[in-house]
């Protein structure tokens, strides 16, 4: 069953001018993307900072609009049937309020349920992100990172939720905390048959939990299909490039794609064409005028010269 389906989603920010006779310039943060999520899968966005990965997912969320583009969600009051997980947990509590408070303050807020029903529910809650319950009398700053991240989820779950959008959710953590967060992710998922939209610069974490992946580049999606495809044998230059970038254990095997060169261009007024033609090694004139779409069926990819199934 398909829980969100996205279709050409732009987002665009005008820029003020710096002097009365500049023309009005525009930040093109989302360009035509769609996607769609089903009921029990993991989608990860993967990308460089700046690509668009988060406005998407406050689009997906309904927390802002889109310039243009549509996004159907599952039916339900919007702010609970998709919540949000975000980097660091402790910008997202309340530091003088007892966690276990903040896990039923949605439910509180949106009056379900009585006194008893919230203890009840805080208790289950709890254990399904596997805290101890005298952990919720402390207040945020007496928990560790990962406990902490661990209420956040506790409370994202409150409200059942059918899609969960994670954004960056283990980037501060250290590593084998964020193992363990990241594999509690995926047993609720399964648990509970949610949608998960996970956003992250980690391509290791991104092949682990999600069985599809979209890979973003200044505001639009350059390649998108099964995690083991889109990572095994990459189609895009931008999703090779990202790849030659991580540290092999075995270096003298198969050589790598060449690394890309230079920054991102400005999203700034883009010009037409393929936006990776100025960093990639193998672009030609069509790449500098022609904007490539998303071809393929299961395995897409946005470039003028890849294969397609």
């Known amino acids: 069953m398909t829980l969100v389906t996205a279709t050409d989603l732009t987002r665009h920010f005008p ?11 525009t930040l093109h943060a989302l360009d035509g993307v769609s996607l769609t999520l089903s009921e029990g899968e993991a989608l990860g966005i993967v990308g460089e900072s700046g690509c668009g990965k988060s406005t998407l997912g406050r689009l997906v969320q309904g927390l802002d609009r889109p310039t243009s583009g549509s996004v159907v969600r599952p039916e339900g009051p919007r702010i609970r049937v998709i919540q949000t997980i975000y980097q ?3 910008d997202s509590l ?15 807020i949106h009056g379900i349920g009585s006194a008893a029903d919230h ?9 399904q992100v596997e805290l101890p319950a005298e952990l919720a009398d402390r207040l945020p700053g007496q928990l560790s990172g990962g406990q902490a991240q661990r209420v956040v989820i506790a409370r994202a779950l409150s409200l059942a939720p059918r899609v969960l959008i994670c954004d960056e959710p283990v980037a501060a953590l ?7 967060v990241t594999a509690l992710l995926d047993r609720l998922r399964t648990d509970r048959q949610m949608g998960l939209i996970f956003i992250s610069h980690d391509i290791g974490t991104v092949a682990e939990l999600c069985q599809r992946v979209a890979v973003m580049y200044l505001g639009e999606i350059v390649e998108e299909g099964p995690v ?3 990572l095994t044998a990459p189609r895009h230059p931008y999703t090779q490039g990202l790849l030659s970038a991580i540290p092999r254990p075995d270096p003298g095997g198969r050589p790598s794609p060449p690394m890309l060169g230079g920054e991102p261009a400005s999203p700034i007024d883009p010009t037409p064409g393929c936006r990776l033609a100025p960093r990639c090694p193998y672009a030609q004139e069509v790449c500098r005028t022609v904007t490539p779409k998303l071809r393929g069926r299961s395995h897409r990819a946005a470039c003028h010269f890849t294969a397609h199934d």
């Open 174 to 180: 250290d590593a084998p905390v964020a193992r363990a």
């Open 88 to 90: 660091n947990p402790l």
């Open 15 to 25: 820029l003020p001018r710096a002097h009365l006779f500049d023309r009005t310039r």
């Open 228 to 230: 083991g495809q889109v």
């Open 119 to 127: 203890e009840a529910r805080l208790a289950n809650l709890m254990a």
């Open 94 to 108: 309340d530091p003088r309020m007892r966690v276990g408070r903040q896990i039923i303050e949605p439910l509180v």
